[in-house]
């Protein structure tokens, strides 16, 4: 893939997820690709691997969290927007889980304690 800038390398086993700002928010979507059963996952998630696409075109690495008293957690690491500016590694609660056409989409709510 050409990118501009990226975060670090992304594991193999990761899936994507398709986000469609330059960075996260409370509100922002972000949405999965290739999860088997979206539906299943939504009902009772588990921690896995992704590798975040944002709209420009930047990939870093992530992971979903569901152990801990917060629930459901999206932690990002750090990474370089197209536009060089510096993201830091950020925790993010997931305020809703909604399969939706054959993907999972992933909305957040507020930062998640670290």
């Known amino acids: ?3 501009t800038t990226t975060g670090p390398a992304t594991r ?3 899936f994507l997820a398709v986000c469609a700002h ?3 928010f409370p509100g922002a979507r972000c949405r999965i690709r290739d999860l088997p059963d979206p539906d299943a996952f939504a009902a009772a998630p588990r921690p896995i691997e992704l590798a975040l696409r944002f709209a420009d075109d930047v990939l870093t690495e992530a992971e979903l969290r569901t152990e801990g008293p917060a629930g ?3 932690r990002v690491a750090p990474y370089t927007t197209g536009a060089g500016t510096t993201i830091d590694d950020r925790s993010w609660l997931i305020r809703e889980l909604d399969p939706s056409d054959g993907e999972l989409v992933l909305v957040l709510g507020g930062s998640a304690p670290p």
Request: proline letters at 0%; zero cysteines.
């Open 72 to 74: 459901t957690v999206l």
């Open 12 to 14: 193999e086993n990761a």
């Open 22 to 24: 330059t960075h996260l």
């Open 1 to 3: 893939m050409d990118q």
